[in-house]
């Protein structure tokens, strides 16, 4: 009996000095995805511990209070260490950028298309204006994924939108046409 007495004792002895010891500091972390212009909630939020160098700027978890219903100011991926500078008025898409979504059919699109892939959007007219005896030229334009979602209704198309130079965002929203996503690689 005194030996489990000794070995409980110790246990939680260790735990106090381990907890004590524990360098880690409460900080705010996102608890989903966000969206930039998106005014913050406490569910949005939630607390980890870190050790973090001194230059890493987090948002201690004692902040929460003074965080809810602040705006982001870019978009946060999910788990990410909240900082001071993600806080504040919409910073995104930069000037000159635009985001736009595209609808894409099946087979239009490559199968590993991910957020983050370098795309060419093609735009491909489907008939040709009547009077004209030119043949509509496809739009094309460079872009990256910024996020791929299964359109709302029974189609199969994907919802694809793109972070895009502002200019080239215009004309491919003003195009009429098949769109045809090509992922290009990562080295240009």
């Keep these: 009996m005194l030996a489990v007495l000794l070995v ?54 004692a902040d929460r209070g003074s965080v809810v219903g602040r705006t982001a100011a870019v978009p946060l991926v999910a788990g990410a260490l909240l900082s001071p500078a993600q806080l504040g008025p919409a910073a995104w898409p930069a000037a000159g950028q635009a985001v736009v979504a595209v609808g894409v059919e099946p087979g239009r699109l490559p199968s590993a298309l991910a957020p983050g892939s370098r795309v060419l959007v093609l735009v491909i007219p489907t008939s040709t204006p009547t009077g004209t005896g030119a043949a509509p030229q496809p739009v094309q334009a460079e872009a990256t994924v910024w996020s791929l979602d299964e359109a709302g209704d029974q189609s199969g198309d994907s919802v694809v939108s793109l972070l895009i130079a502002e200019a080239d965002g215009r004309r491919v929203a003003a195009a009429a046409g098949e769109v045809t996503l090509v992922q290009l690689g990562m080295g240009r």
């Excluded at 989903?32 to 973090?52: F, K």
Aim: proline share 4%.
């Design 8 to 61: 409980l004792g110790f246990a939680l002895a260790g735990a106090v000095v381990a907890d004590r010891v524990d360098s880690r500091l409460p900080v705010l972390a996102t608890a989903h995805q966000i969206n930039a212009g998106q005014v913050l909630t406490a569910a949005d939020l939630t607390t980890v511990r870190v050790a973090a160098d001194s230059v890493v700027a987090t948002v201690p978890a």
